[in-house]
């Protein structure tokens, strides 16, 4: 069993395996080996402390010969769902799933708000997971939600399990190809139905569907958390960076503004070193 | 009058006075322009997240050419008090004296403990500010508590005022001359008297005096700013770094563990965030 593991590899991930590692843990560092996809977007970074006038790409630059000078790897994940299995931690990666001692919730925030209904038809025919849930809709007609291009490999595998697959990209050069794909252009407002989903409603029409797959590069927390504690948006957590979780910690945009590379490193840090007090008091 | 005062120039002082240029704020930035004797002090900083390995040596070079790129000035001065005004915050320098909207705490931690006595005689006998309270002592037998080599310079100029000085430095090669000047080698315990000082007490001997200097290259905030929220040595805020008092925000080691340049750096972003919030609901 790992002493923590860390979801998420944004400024507040990487902090907190820095630190994990200089204290000795035992942890796994789960997320896109590429770090966060918004670091490397910013331009210029004028206020981050001992990097003058960075770009995006070098700080991540900075990042990444960082992390391998440590010797910590990154294992390529999309978590599905972490539980609190009571004096442990599961987090499910799909069908792949780990234990650990603790959890540090570094997620970031998700630029795209849920659906109306996404949260409450979770599991009643929302899915966020295309290994997970895809041959649940083997031969049926859903729909996918896309918010990244890095996500759609997860909706050519729905593809090819469908029957129609209503195919909703919210980026630009979207590619996914075939038969039973049809396009839409336009944004979801909200997921309909009575036991299950029913129907997904867009600004200009509604199509009728099994299923929808919400597929994102991260999620909400509070849909990765049963029971988590979150307002607007956010993870709750006290100066320590505890959550209403034993043993589940929270750091970076995910835990509410100011979203900041400083914030975030510093958040990072300091649920790493209550990680290593909460390891401490286990024993 | 300025938008912010920042007490301090360690690495959550650099933080906020980078993000405040970055906002345009008009801010004063008060400490020593050498910043933290602490970072210098540094051999090696494994987990300060974009700079690999880094001495303390560097990051304070790294800071001071990124103050010097953002066209930050910082003013040297010893804060020896920080007053609610109401409605907007007082800033004493000894005789000097500065106004702003708020203030930003980040005057790090004491290493050296308050001796036993030593707040409840502050302003009865025991003073913080040779410049200040210099004056009251001529011609008097005072101790003077030296807690860094920086700080001798005030030390002189008392013992070129009262006629007997019990100089007790708490560092190695001290230099102090003076023909009034008695070196005391042992470590204080305890203040003693009925209305004011009467006695200093160290380990092995006690000595009588009229007055006792604590001259220390950084004061506890709680020692510094009246009413100020504190416990344990560190000053209490909220997830905001708002103290209890209107106006007054703090940053870094002085708000607790763990004293990391990247907690400390975060701090000080998160503080000058919502001072700019502050500000902009004041107008």
Redesign the interface.
């Known amino acids: 069993m790992y002493d923590c593991i860390i979801i998420g590899t944004g400024?507040a991930g990487?902090?907190a395996a820095?630190?994990l590692?200089?204290r000795g843990k035992n942890f796994l560092f789960l997320g896109n080996p590429e770090l966060s996809s918004k670091i490397n977007a910013a331009e210029k970074i004028?206020?981050?402390?001992?990097?003058?006038?960075?770009s995006g790409a070098q700080?991540k630059e900075?990042?990444s010969?960082?992390l391998k000078?440590?010797g910590i790897e990154i294992t390529p994940a999309q978590v599905t769902g972490v539980y609190d299995m009571g004096g442990h931690i599961g987090v499910l990666c799909g069908q792949q799933s780990y234990e650990a001692k603790s959890v540090i919730l570094a997620t970031g925030v998700e630029a795209v708000k849920p659906v109306a209904g996404e949260l409450e038809y979770l599991g009643r025919g929302v899915s966020y997971c295309a290994t997970c849930d895809g041959m649940l809709y083997k031969g049926k007609k859903i729909a996918v939600v896309c918010t990244s291009k890095s996500m759609e490999e997860e909706a050519e595998y729905l593809a090819s399990l469908a029957s129609e697959v209503y195919f909703v990209p919210l980026y630009k050069d979207a590619e996914l190809k075939g038969e039973n794909v049809h396009y839409i252009k336009d944004m979801p407002q909200a997921i309909e139905g009575k036991m299950r989903v029913e129907r997904l409603v867009f600004r200009n029409s509604a199509i009728d569907v099994d299923g929808i797959f919400m597929l994102k590069s991260s999620m909400a927390p509070s849909a990765l958390v049963p029971g988590l504690k979150s307002e607007g948006g956010h993870v709750l957590?006290?100066?320590q960076m505890r959550t209403n979780i034993n043993g589940v910690f929270a750091a970076g945009d995910c835990?509410?503004?100011?979203y900041?590379y400083?914030?975030?490193?510093?958040?990072?840090?300091?649920a790493a070193?209550t990680v290593c007090e909460f390891l401490a008091e286990r024993k």
Chains 1, 2 share one sequence.
């Open positions: 400024a990487v902090s820095l630190t590692r200089a004028s206020n981050y402390p001992g990097l003058c006038e960075v700080l900075a990042f010969s960082q000078a440590a957590t006290d100066r835990t509410g503004k100011p900041q400083a914030k975030a490193v510093g958040e990072g840090n300091i070193h």
